[in-house]
């Protein structure tokens, strides 16, 4: 399954290539990501969010750990 949040942060930066070198990481270990072969770790979303200036939300990257990082509270 293809992680959205992962997607949009790859389109932010033009392709996997690019923000994997942005955000340090290899371009393989990016498409891990995208297809879910491996999870992202919670250091690894910090660093995700900010280099997407808050476009990707850390609750979008790990839906699964919502004690860590909730979703927005809504009105």
Sequence with gaps: MI???IEKAIRLWGSQRKF???IGKAQSTVSDWLTGKKKISPEN???I???TNGAVQAHELRPDLPKV???PERE
């Design 69 to 71: 990082f909730p979703p």
């Design 3 to 5: 992680n959205t949040a």
């Design 20 to 22: 994997a070198e942005h």
């Design 49 to 51: 969010v900010e280099a």
């Design 45 to 47: 979303v910090v660093i």
